[in-house]
């Protein structure tokens, strides 16, 4: 694996370098050692996986609040996504700034997110799956949300948005939010 850092603090793109011969490919896509190595958390508790028939649908801006911050590990295993994330930590030098990465079934690319971001992705293409891991149990009371279309995120989502859930486009904005976020 190849972990390249990102523009946003503490998270990072990661290249799977697959090898291959006549049967097709072999790849890691996790490595409790190089995570270490690189200062990320390397404990995944569980492992969830979704699927979205249509493109542009949008799921998120989703995160957990202190103390039961979650670290991602995503990767799109068929199909297109961008994937959006939004730092949510009041003491970072990055804080609400938000970052995009395309992720596909072809390009080998993982995107491991640590705790205190709001994480979102919206698909490019029609029948998607991404399967990603998790650092921490999903506990409901400490579920909070961005709304996507946040003017003080500004985030340009890059084809329209056809399918949300009605929990993700009623998310407060920023300003009506109770601080800190995370």
Known sequence: MIFHPTTLNDAWLIELEPRGDQRGYFARTMCQEEF??????????QQNTSFSSERGTLRGLHYQKRPHGEAKLIRCLRGSIVDIIVDVREESSTYLQHQIFELTDKNFYQLYVPPGFAHSFQTLTDNVEVSYLVSAPYTPEAERGLRYNDERLNINWPVPVTVISEKDKSWPLIGDQELPLY
Do not use: A, T
């Open 36 to 45: 270490e190595k690189q200062g990320l958390i390397s404990r995944f508790v």
